[in-house]
């Protein structure tokens, strides 16, 4: 099932799309006045403009095939060998397609040797494994084999039919099969025509579905080709080894040598001036529109009139000049710095800052945007700052490396920075308040981040500043790479850029920021979403900045302990598996592990192999023989060690800054579409916690010095609180007012038992199927969470809601309130879009309805913890406190405690946090201390 937390990978099938794309224009082809026939062009062009928009992926790659024989070729000689020669136009277009692949900045992804599928099938897996929803985009059925719960078929509109998304459900109902896998199975004995792959003759789609279903594969068929009869029993007996040869041509290999790098597939927008010439050159000048914008309007702006001192009337006259050399962007354009009027303008000395000043002063508002030499604002030295207030007019103050001259250049600006009655604009502002706060200013007053109002707006959709120009002002601003060259080792920064064009770039910068600040006000006062915004977003901002500000201490010699210890452990266990499987082997190895355990051993006589044939060894697989075979066991905690080592303990010292001695985790507000904070750098949302070892990692946590200890709060259930008084369930709520442990008053229900006699296990199965319900979990996932048959699991679900029948009437609810809206919304009114809800395709509509159910609870999960920082923090400024607060992860804020201030904060922080939002559920907060993040949680 799709999931909202997981990244977008679309892989397209070059080939397929290009003579599908052929056939659509064979018998209406589209000749451009050069005589050039771009039927092929203008259909590709489509149905990757068609994904961008409406499904905007993370990452994309396109796949072609090469005109070297593949495996295939070697293995089978008469392979594709009754292909028709290639129509002309295929011939001329896939060259022109490569170029507009490239064009859009999107990666070609090709290999000598190996056919398209083969690539896309490599890319697929590694992407799944690396946490992606993979959609392969192709109309070729023989991809079904590949699906799985994160990788998709996308089969593209075509002639009328609407786009179909294929999950394994899908992909075994429209083959009447028990697994995907099966797919090369039905190939090989039905055979393919089109690829010359010969199957086994007589055996049609019917009847090798019905062979199927009683033998499971061809292997097993010809296990059993005694039990057949007359002419079939003949075929499968002379042609059996046939029918395995084309099962092998059809199987899309796993490991083609390529790799998958996700940096190189992330998607952020096209290169306009290549794409624009490839358009111009095939005339497609309604793409171009639809692409690049409609036709621009002359914008109302006039050079500020009350700016005397940067703006006299020679220059205005220059301007008048200026707008009548640089007309109107034609039609299909986007406008550029160069094309639009404009005034920015360098200033440089104390005197001509202060007499800036004085007209920031009198502002209602104001956009600014620093210019620095790093990403991470902890370690950024300042380059420039730029100033907006009228639209068309921007300021760049260039300041020194010096740092104490900078500060000297920067204390005129203190006033205007720290005056609590200007609204303050900017794009990822807590950035720039970070980087001031480091050269000792504060940002006080009013925020208005155009990211965040975007993130309001649309959740799930870019909010880049050159995306947000380019969409609600048609304009395409001007590209760091310009001044300080693409990205890679050889990259400067804006210190080494040529200062007069840092001052067009930079100045640039402010004053797009607040013409999107214009655009995007009406769009959030439309949606309700403005109290959203201004009570909670932006004031939740000088609260992180001053949490990344502070950052966390970290215990060297702890974590060096952990990783000794480790090590130790890593090497035990190897040692042990070695010893129980009577063998040694390469251990990360998942080919040589299948052999060892599967044959070698025989653990498991009906043991999966995955398509490239070798036997499955994952997570999955392992954890259902560690019950009965102990080395099952010790390979997993062997893999749970080495990645905590690898990933969390030998990391976090590489992450700690070098002037403050502390690790500055950065907290991003736009990134998870439920309002849920995530963090960089570490990703503290990912810090382990459910083993020995992966909690002692939060022993390397500590206070600053010997006057402080940690202190931790954590929402209680947060999420099953919220669902109770969402669903108003009487029971429910009843356990939560009554302080009864929910998960054994919910076995209690579902199994029919008092309450004094709930068992251990039931109490497991029951807190699995309370938060499983909150997701949408079917009777298949809790029989594999819980490792039950699905009938039980079914029984555990059939009997909660029979139980807790508001539950199953709120779930019921929710969906049908999406169905109207297509959204659905938290107690703030953040909104969770569903477009598909109502979609025709059951694998898309399926995914809309659980979030429909999920969205409102998890993410007004999301408001309340940050209302509550919110309070937190305002009340220990307004008290002057020592401590401080440095961490949030999940449901618990984390505080460097001042020991004199340890006995209020044990007593207000927990009321701050209870009352953020008010609903019928009380809310419980649980608050630890100790020496260690470990010992306080």
């Known amino acids: 099932m799709p999931s909202s937390n997981k990244k977008k990978l679309f892989l397209l099938d070059a080939m397929a799309l290009i003579y599908r794309a052929h056939f659509a224009f064979s018998k209406n082809p589209r000749i451009n006045s050069k005589g050039l026939n771009t039927g092929i062009m203008l259909g590709f062009t489509n149905t990757l403009l068609e994904v961008i928009e409406k ?118 109902a429209k083959w009447e099969i028990e697994d995907p896998d099966q797919v090369r199975d039905i190939l090989g004995l039905m055979g393919d025509a089109v690829d010359n792959i010969p199957g086994i003759p007589g055996i049609g789609e019917k009847t090798a579905k019905k062979l199927l279903k009683a033998y499971g594969t061809i292997e097993g068929l010809l296990e059993h080709v005694g039990d057949l009869k007359g002419k079939q029993k003949e075929n499968v007996e002379n042609f059996g080894q046939q029918g395995l040869l084309s099962k092998s041509l059809a199987t899309i290999k796993q490991d083609v040598p390529i790799e998958f790098n996700p940096e190189d597939l992330t998607y952020d927008g096209p290169d306009e001036e290549k794409l624009k010439a490839l358009f111009a050159e095939m005339e497609f000048r309604t793409l171009t529109q639809r692409v690049f914008g409609e036709k621009m309007k002359k914008p109302a702006v006039k050079v500020n009139e009350q700016l005397g001192l940067f703006t006299g009337p020679a220059e205005d006259a220059e301007e008048e000049e200026v707008e009548e050399a640089n007309p109107i962007p034609v039609p299909d354009q986007l406008a550029t710095v160069t094309s639009m009027v404009h005034a920015y303008h360098k200033v440089e000395g104390l005197a001509a800052i202060k007499e800036l000043v004085e007209y920031l002063e009198i502002q209602d508002e104001f956009c600014f945007d620093t210019e620095t030499t790093d990403l991470d604002p902890n370690k950024a030295e300042l380059v420039g700052l730029s100033f907006a207030y009228v639209p068309g007019e921007a300021f760049y103050i260039p300041v020194p490396a010096d740092q104490e001259e900078t500060k000297k250049l920067l204390e005129p600006l203190r006033g205007v920075f720290e005056d609590e009655s200007i609204t303050k604009i900017g794009q990822n502002i807590k950035y720039d308040a970070l980087v001031l706060k480091n050269y000792g200013i504060a940002l006080k007053g009013k925020l208005y981040d155009t990211m965040l109002a975007h993130y309001l707006i649309e959740p799930e959709g870019k909010h880049n500043m050159d995306w947000l120009a380019e969409h609600y002002l048609q304009y395409r601003p001007v590209s760091i790479e310009t001044l300080i060259g693409k990205k890679g080792k050889s990259q400067g920064n804006m210190r080494d850029a040529d200062v007069d064009k840092v001052v067009e770039y930079a100045s640039e910068d402010a004053d797009i920021t607040l013409q999107l600040a214009q655009k995007l006000n009406p769009d959030l006062k439309e949606r309700g979403l403005e109290k959203l915004f201004y009570e909670v977003e932006t004031p939740l901002i000088p609260v992180l900045t001053a949490m990344e500000y502070e950052g966390v201490k970290i215990d060297k010699e702890s974590l060096a302990e952990l990783s000794t210890a480790l090590e130790k452990d890593i090497t035990e266990i190897e040692a042990r598996v070695y010893d129980l499987a009577g063998v040694k082997f390469n251990l990360a190895s998942p080919k040589q592990l299948g052999e060892v355990l599967f044959v070698k051993m025989e653990l498991d006589p009906k043991a999966k192999k995955t398509k490239t044939g070798q036997y499955a060894t994952g997570e999955e697989v392992l954890s259902k023989l560690a019950p009965k075979h102990e080395i099952a066991r010790a390979i997993l905690d062997y893999r749970e060690l080495v990645k905590l080592k690898n990933t969390y303990v030998d990391t976090l010292p590489t992450l700690i800054n070098p002037k403050t001695d502390r690790i500055h985790t950065t907290y991003n507000q736009v990134v998870a579409a439920t309002g849920r904070l995530s963090s960089i750098n570490p990703n503290l949302q990912n810090i382990p916690i459910r083993t020995e070892r ?11 010095d010997e006057a402080h200890v940690i202190l931790a709060a954590d929402y209680s259930q947060i999420e099953l609180r919220i669902m109770a008084a969402f669903s108003k369930d009487e029971s429910m709520m009843e356990a939560f007012r009554e302080g009864r442990d929910i998960h054994s008053t919910t076995a209690a229900k579902i199994f029919q038992v008092p309450l004094e006699e709930v068992t251990s296990e039931m109490r497991r199965k029951a807190k699995t199927a309370n938060f499983g319900i909150i ?140 009352k953020a939002l008010e609903i019928e559920v009380p809310m419980q907060v649980e608050v630890g201390v100790g020496k260690d993040w470990l010992e306080a949680h």
């Open 694 to 704: 992966g909690r002692e990692i939060r022993k390397a946590f500590v206070p600053r």
């Open 775 to 914: 997701y949408g979990i079917s009777a298949f996932g809790l029989s594999q969470r819980l490792n039950i048959p699905r009938g039980e699991a079914k029984e555990i679900i059939d009997a909660y809601f029979k139980e807790f029948p508001a539950v199953s009437q709120y779930m019921n609810d929710c969906i049908e309130k999406a169905r109207k809206n297509e959204y659905v919304e938290t107690i703030l009114g953040r909104r969770r879009y569903l477009r598909d809800i109502n979609s025709r395709n059951a694998t898309m509509r399926g995914y809309s309805e659980r979030n429909a159910i999920n969205a409102p609870i998890q993410g007004s999960a999301a408001d309340m913890i940050k209302v509550a920082m919110i309070h937190v923090h305002q009340w220990m400024l307004e008290k002057q406190l020592k401590s401080k607060m440095i961490l949030q992860v999940h449901d618990e804020l984390v505080f460097d405690a001042h020991k004199d201030e340890v006995d209020l904060l044990k007593k207000e922080i927990p009321k701050l946090m209870t």
């Open 55 to 172: 499904q905007s992926p993370s990452h994309i790659a396109v796949a072609f095939d090469t005109a070297a024989p593949t495996f295939r070729h070697e293995q089978f000689e008469a392979y594709k060998a009754n292909r028709q020669e290639q129509p002309e136009d295929i011939t001329v277009g896939i060259p022109w397609v490569k170029q507009i692949v490239d064009g859009f900045n999107i990666p070609i992804l090709e290999l000598d040797g190996y056919e398209a599928d083969d690539i896309i099938g490599t890319i697929a897996k590694k992407a799944e494994y690396k946490d992606f929803e993979v959609y392969m985009m192709t109309p070729d059925k023989d991809y079904g084999q590949l699906v799985e719960e994160h990788i998709f078929l996308y089969k593209p509109a075509f002639m009328g039919n609407a786009v179909d998304v294929m999950g394994p459900k899908e992909v075994c």
